[in-house]
């Protein structure tokens, strides 16, 4: 199975009120990503496991990619 990836909303740090989405792989420390809040704020660091286990895989209808998420996340 391949690297997950989900898009996340983003923003660019100088004040600006722009949303994009953006590949979770391309996400760096300073970004500005939505929270659970509904407010940006920036990523202090980027932690990195490989995960052991099973992943679910979800294909939203009229999409033609797939979302990999972990039996934690369903």
Same mark, same amino acid.
Request: aromatic share 2%; net charge neutral.
């Given at each position: 199975? !391949?690297?997950?990836?989900?898009?996340? !909303?983003? +923003?660019? !740090?100088?004040?600006?009120?722009?949303? +994009?989405?953006?590949? %979770?792989?391309?996400?760096?420390? !300073?970004?500005?990503?939505?929270? #659970?809040?509904?407010?940006?704020?920036? %990523?202090?660091?980027? %932690?990195?496991?490989?995960?052991?286990?099973?992943?679910?895989? %979800?294909?939203? #209808?009229?999409?033609?990619?797939?979302?990999?998420?972990?039996?934690?996340?369903?």
């Amino acid at each position: 199975m !391949g690297s997950p990836s989900p898009s996340l !909303g983003k +923003a660019n !740090g100088d004040g600006e009120n722009v949303t +994009a989405l953006a590949p %979770i792989e391309s996400l760096r420390p !300073g970004d500005l990503v939505l929270t #659970h809040r509904n407010r940006f704020m920036p %990523i202090l660091k980027l %932690i990195s496991r490989q995960h052991i286990g099973e992943m679910l895989e %979800i294909r939203l #209808h009229g999409c033609s990619s797939l979302l990999h998420i972990t039996l934690d996340h369903a």
